[in-house]
């Protein structure tokens, strides 16, 4: 599966943000998929992930209450929706699919181009 994320951008402190991720070749939904970030000399980090089954979301710790995961199979794209954003949420963000799922980038077999996004102050 190809995965290419978009929608990355300049945003304020406390705005919002949607990113996208579309993915092609074998049909996402048997994937579980998630969002991860990575900001300038720090490691890949966390941010959601929803199961092909059922749906179920879980998040890191700070980003929950403010970011929503979801996922549109019949498009074959991911959502990451980011409310009340900060200064640290400053980072590249990378989607990824795998069968196994998790928060550890390891479980992840596939992975898009990533998406800048700089909030400023």
């Known amino acids: 599966v190809q995965l290419q994320a978009s929608g990355g951008g300049l945003v304020q402190v406390g705005g919002s943000l949607r990113v996208s991720c579309a993915a092609s070749?074998?049909?996402?939904?048997?994937?579980?998929m998630a969002w991860f970030r990575q900001a300038p000399g720090k490691e890949r980090e966390f941010v959601a992930a929803?199961?092909?089954?059922?749906?179920?979301?879980y998040y890191a710790d700070s980003m929950k209450g403010r970011f929503t995961i979801s996922r549109e199979n019949a498009k074959s794209t991911l959502y990451l929706q980011m409310n009340s954003l900060k200064p640290e949420d400053t980072a590249v963000y990378y989607c990824?699919?795998?069968?196994?799922?998790?928060?550890?980038?390891?479980?992840?077999?596939?992975w898009g181009q990533g998406t800048q996004v700089t909030v400023s102050s």
């Open positions: 929803i199961a092909r089954i059922g749906g179920v979301t």
């Open positions: 070749g074998r049909t996402s939904s048997s994937y579980d």
């Open positions: 990824a699919a795998g069968r196994l799922g998790g928060r550890g980038p390891y479980q992840y077999d596939y």
